[in-house]
């Protein structure tokens, strides 16, 4: 109690002066109840002796200064609490450094710490305070944006005009659900058990562009269509949504056509060919062996 209490001067007279005090205030800074008590003190040493203060009113001050520290204990505490659960989730920090920078820091809590009655956060082998947390990252929001996808697009495609087809804006992951490869099939709108398997022959990858060559879809009947993706990532990331696929026109009769094949052969396979993740075609897949393949083979 003897540091709350404000240094008498020379002549008897208390200093309560900003200069006095052990700890200086940031501007900005909310009284606590350290501060509360000092102008307690410095009320009792003020005080007209001729009209003094009375006991009870002394007692009244002292309940509320009782309440506020259970107050400030609860919100320590509350504070605290909320520190040890963010253990082990993914968490955005922005510090302000002594020049007045502001850095961004992202990772995964690794530990809390309490220093000085003061959380810290454990966050890529540093610490940072509690409240320098801005951001709390869904772990599942987050894989969302790491693992393979495809661009929202409309393609069009007419049978009396046939040309190659280019899907573009294909990401095959990042930070370590990176896909190598990912098979492709066209599936019917109106019906999701009308689907076509495409060869690995037909389709050419490179920097995020996909081309399907136009005999893939040279067999199939005006319509509303989905470009399926299923990469070979780790969660196998399938993408059914994102590329739709407008078919004007009436098909031509072509039995010579390698789509034809394509088409005959859906109801017989398992599982589709698909296209490496580099920037050539691998065709050495592209085989008539359709009838005894179980899985995919990688593009």
Known sequence: MSDLIA???????????????KTERKSGDTLDKEDFLLLLVTQMQYQDPLEPTSNTEYVAQLAQFSELEQMQNLNSTTVNTSAYNLVGKEVLLN????????VEVQGTVDYVTIQNGTAYVSVNGSLYEFDDIVQVIDSNYLISQYIPKVEQQVINYSHDDPQ???VSGISLGTNG??????????MDA???SNVTKVDASKLSYKDGKLTID???FSNLDAGNYKIAFVF??????????????????????????????????TDKTDGTESVNGTNST??????GDNDSTEGTDAV
């Open 214 to 216: 136009r005999e893939v």
């Open 232 to 265: 070979d990532d780790a969660n196998k990331t399938m993408d059914y949504s994102s590329v739709s696929l407008f078919i004007k026109g009436i098909k031509q009769n072509n039995s010579s056509s390698s789509g034809s094949d394509s088409s005959d052969d």
């Open 177 to 186: 659900y990176e896909a190598t490869g990912f098979a492709v099939v066209i």
């Open 190 to 192: 109106n019906n999701s």
């Open 282 to 287: 691998d065709k050495t897949d592209s085989t």
């Open 164 to 166: 190659d087809v280019m």
């Open 7 to 21: 240094p008498v001067d020379s002549d008897g007279k208390v200093n309560i002066s900003e200069t006095s005090q």
């Open 95 to 102: 510090q302000t450094l002594s020049s007045g920078d502001v």
